[in-house]
């Protein structure tokens, strides 16, 4: 009832706002009378033909394949009021905001968009960050420190494209935009809604990317930039830096083109977590529950613990186009982009666990209460959240360090060829696609020898605060080595692609052109590696009570092994934990004195995966223009038909032999997609638009391998495993969207919209316990959910305001808010009851807040990014919740440009300027923190250059 009620009242309000709208519509003197039809132009432009924008077309200027893109329905010839022009100075800001404004206005589907106000001008250094700009989209950080996840209307379902054409990073079927300077980009469009000629894959809809091509600027082009970036955390000045060379040639045999840019981004970062494990009951040191003196059960965090990531990463990128037109009609071209990402980095753990293992001194309690939820002798007994508590025994106190070095990259050529006459139009394009990810990881684990006191101070700050007493963990001679952990991962995806896609337009009449296109595609994917864990030193490592000396760490390693860790506002005074250098450097020495083979550890079956996936796709849809009551109204009618024929080749797991046996698998299935937009215009600047689509979203390919992988347990946890599901089946989803648009002033715009997704069989990750061979396991899969729903609001607005007076006239704003709320049917954990739950990832309240101005050479953006509280996962079943449930940092940034003069601008830049901070928890309210994550701080100064 309650979704049904968010879309009436949106829809009453729209109602109301398209009626109000007609009044002033009319009295301003424009006709009621519909106007006559004009003769559509071919549906691809030409690279290098100059747009109505502005006399420069490389500000923000978008050109699109209509004929890949669908968008070839008729439109009519905007009205251009001069007066208002005249008073209007077109700056680079305003460029790119009426850019995408544009293309808002004139697409089929519901698109948003940000555009380079000019040749590496993107704000922000990633893809991934720019893209937080965008109404609907919402990002959230990974424990290295940077943008890692992309969602849109609060699903990450989405399938990206660079320049028209399906692009993937490793054994994804998404790309990483984290991995691409935003210097390359000249911008980003983000398809909600989609139509037949749009490649499926994605229920949330599409991400295009764009990059530059020789023939989108009208002679030669030389760009460079070069930025310092100083973050708070890490300490370190690192640079970022591209050029732009581009040119074209006019000759007997046509129009030449040639363009290559490169650009990097490095970082030093160091990322701190507090965190708290999951909740527990209070437990003396026999293991029995404690009550409370009113005879309650009481909770506590099962261990305490920090986790810094300190690390450097490099992601160059080169791309480069080359365009050839021998005549107006007809354009032959090749592309591509390489791009790489280096990670190095270590991530140091620090934790205690003495909750039933060592002497409970004292504890308050909080008057949070709720029944036990862990299935068990006190399932359903009040139990309430302790608010401190201290112990003092031999529990396990240990550090780990864990060296991580990652490299990967993406690779991406193509090339194709359009034509078109008076009537009709054809595009084809021939792609290959490569992109890899392999990590090696090393981990030592050394503990403190006991007896330790624990003190547990509570959860001010909404964060686990803690401390050893005495500080032992800083005296090199309290440690003592335990497990040898060591792990590798290679993945691999490809691709070879062909597209066919033309339209044919019509003279005349209620449908204005065809639309139609095929596709082939097959795409690889594998992946190997292997686990090795918890090999002991030499003679075994005894126990926090009575340690073996031989392995002391001093008597095994140097001095140099230490490294210190700082403190951080939720752990006073810092760790020691092995040097990264060290691990790294001397790696084969460490493995041969535990004993164990040199170099990388034979492959693991449960990692191994083969998939080969062969699809083909065809579409046809019209375009249409028609009248309705006297206005303009046109639109979109088609259909998408796709065939996917998959064949795995993995392992499937006995747990009762502990077996791996060889699995091949071939699927195959079809699918059937129509869609139906319509987009009625009350005048020029005031259209309504409607579409409806089915759509689908494939299983990832990590997903699909049945196997599973095992991480046996240690003295401090129990074992992890992961698995996948060979039959998956795709999500499906049917989807209305419903929006008004008012394009009421030159780059500006205000506009309302509503959107439903009926989602069947979402794909979500759920944690649980299993028994394997006699240890405990806790084993994350993904489970098909059942029938579930999507439903929110979009208010958009953006302006600057002309109308003021003197310097005011240079002030903008942007303003977008979405509002999100769904829910689906799904087992409460693996093998549990069926409950109606809410979505991962889903912010119910997301918006953006940005402040412009741009007048006498400055350009200043300050802007606010906010999402609500949302699930990130489910986890196995514990006292509290199964959720667990994420408050993210939301941010302040601020970007100042002054231009010296033409030719070179000036940047200063600061992100997170109040210090927001991400905090995690375990299921609702604020009693059961599960981490603190430190948000960095950065400050860029930068300069631009072009000719």
């Keep these: 009832m309650k979704r049904n009620t968010v879309i009436t009242c949106t829809m009453t309000l729209l109602a109301a706002a398209i009626a109000s709208s007609l009044v002033p519509a009319f009295a301003d003197g424009t006709s009621a009378t519909p106007q006559p039809t004009t003769t559509n132009p071919p549906a691809t432009q030409p690279a290098n033909q100059p747009t109505a924008q502005t ?78 700009r965008i109404t609907g989209v919402q990002i959230a950080q990974g424990f290295q420190g940077e943008t890692d996840t992309v969602v849109v209307r609060g699903l990450p379902n989405v399938v990206t494209t660079l320049n028209d054409r399906e692009i993937f990073s490793s054994t994804g079927r998404q790309f990483a935009f984290q991995d691409l300077p935003a210097t390359a980009v000249k911008g980003v469009q983000v398809y909600k809604t989609s139509d037949a000629s749009l490649p499926d894959g994605g229920i949330a809809g599409l991400v295009n990317m764009q990059l530059y091509r020789p023939l989108d600027f009208q002679g030669p082009e030389v760009a460079a930039t070069i930025t310092g970036t100083n973050s708070a955390e890490a300490a370190r000045t690192d640079g970022n830096a591209s050029l732009l060379l581009s040119d074209r040639w006019h000759t007997d045999a046509g129009d030449f083109g040639a363009l290559i840019n490169a650009s990097i981004n490095t970082q030093h970062y160091d990322y701190k977590t507090v965190w708290g494990d999951f909740p527990n009951l209070l437990q003396n040191a026999g293991g029995t529950p404690v009550r409370s003196p009113n005879g309650n059960l009481v909770e506590v965090p099962n261990q305490f613990g920090a986790d810094y990531n300190i690390g450097y990463r490099r992601r160059p990128e080169v791309n480069y186009a080359l365009q050839w037109k021998p ?90 060829a359009k034509w078109h006459n008076d009537v009709l139009s054809l595009s084809t394009d021939l792609s290959d696609t490569a992109s890899s990810f392999e990590e090696n990881t090393l981990i030592v684990d050394t503990f403190l020898k006991g007896p330790l006191t624990t003190v547990w101070t509570g959860t001010g700050g909404n964060q686990q605060n803690w401390s050893i007493a005495g500080s032992p963990q800083n005296n090199p001679n309290n440690y003592y080595l335990n497990g040898l952990f060591q792990t590798w991962d290679d993945e691999r995806g490809s691709e070879l692609a062909w597209r066919a896609d033309g339209v ?235 929006s008004l648009e008012w394009y009421f002033a030159p780059s500006s715009y205000a506009s309302a919209g509503a959107f439903y997704r009926n989602i069947n069989g979402y794909i979500q990750s759920y944690q649980t316990n299993e028994v394997i061979d006699g240890q405990l396991y806790q084993i994350v899969s993904p489970q098909s959910a059942g029938s579930g729903y999507l439903e929110g609001i979009e208010l958009a607005y953006q302006q600057f305001f002309d109308f003021l007076p003197g310097i005011w006239n240079g002030l903008g704003t942007q303003l977008n808010f979405t509002y999100i709320n769904g829910s689906t049917k799904s087992p409460e954990y693996i093998g549990g009851p069926m409950v109606s739950a809410p979505l991962q990832n889903v912010s119910k309240d997301n918006y953006n807040a940005v402040l412009m101005y741009e007048k006498y050479n400055w350009s200043v953006r300050l802007a606010y990014n906010f999402r609500s509280r949302y699930i990130d996962g489910f986890n196995a079943q514990n006292v509290a919740s199964v959720n667990d449930e994420i408050v993210p940092a939301n941010q302040v940034d601020l970007s100042i440009g002054y231009n010296l003069n033409s030719h070179s601008t000036l940047v200063l830049q600061a992100t997170n300027l109040l210090g927001a901070d991400l905090h995690e928890y375990w299921g609702d309210g604020t009693t059961r923190p599960r981490d603190i994550r430190f948000q960095d701080r950065t400050i860029s100064l930068g300069f631009r250059f072009k000719l």
């Design 55 to 132: 006399a420069d077309s490389t500000k923000g200027t978008q050109t699109t394949n209509t004929a890949a893109t669908g968008d070839g329905a008729q439109k009519k010839p905007k009205k251009v009021d001069a007066s208002t022009l005249s008073t209007v100075v077109v700056t680079p800001l305003r460029s790119s905001l009426g850019s995408a404004a544009e293309m808002k206005q004139d697409s089929q589907n519901i698109v948003d968009s940000i555009v380079s106000e000019d040749i590496g001008k993107l704000p922000d250094n990633s893809v991934a960050d720019a893209m937080q």
């Design 327 to 416: 005549n107006n009609q007809t354009e032959i071209y090749a592309e591509g982009l390489f791009d790489y990402d280096y990670d190095s980095y270590n991530q140091p753990f620090f934790f205690d666990g003495p909750n039933g293992t060592s002497k409970l001194n004292s504890y308050t309690v909080g008057n949070n209460c709720y029944a036990d939820a862990l299935p068990g002798a006190y399932y359903g007994q009040r139990v309430c959240d302790a608010t401190s508590a201290s112990w003092t025994g031999n529990g396990y106190a240990a550090t780990s360090t864990q060296t991580h070095q990652e490299h990967g990259h993406d690779l991406q050529n193509s090339i194709g």
């Design 504 to 738: 044919y337009t019509f003279d005349s009449g209620f449908f204005q052109n065809l639309q139609f296109g095929v596709r082939a595609a097959d795409h690889k994917s594998s992946a190997d590696g292997s686990v090795q864990n918890s090999i002991p030193p030499p003679g075994g490592s005894g126990n926090t009570a009575d340690p073996n000396p031989a392995n002391q760490v001093l008597a095994r390693f140097p001095s140099s092994y230490f490294c210190a860790m700082p403190s951080s506002p939720a752990l006073a005074g810092g760790w020691l934990t092995g040097c990264y250098n060290y691990l790294v450097g001397n790696a084969n020495a460490i493995r041969s004195l535990y004993g164990t083979n040199l170099g990388l550890a034979p492959i693991d079956p449960g990692r191994y995966f083969n998939i080969d996936e062969k699809t083909y796709a065809a579409y046809l849809q019209t375009a249409y223009a028609t009248t309705l009551f006297g206005l303009p109204l046109d639109g979109l009618i088609g259909a998408r038909v796709e065939q996917v024929h998959r064949d795995l080749d993995a392992y499937s797991f006995n747990a009762d032999t502990g077996l791996y046996t060889p699995l091949q698998l071939s699927t195959h299935a079809p699918v059937y997609l129509p869609n139906i937009s319509a987009v009625l215009h009350f005048t020029d600047n005031l259209q309504a638009r409607f579409n409806a689509a089915k759509t689908v979203t494939y299983p990832d390919f990590g997903d699909l391998n049945p196997s599973i992988s095992l991480n046996p347990g240690t003295i401090n946890r129990a074992g992890a495993g992961t698995s996948g599901n060979a039959y998956l089946n795709p999500i499906r989803s049917t989807n209305y969207d419903l």
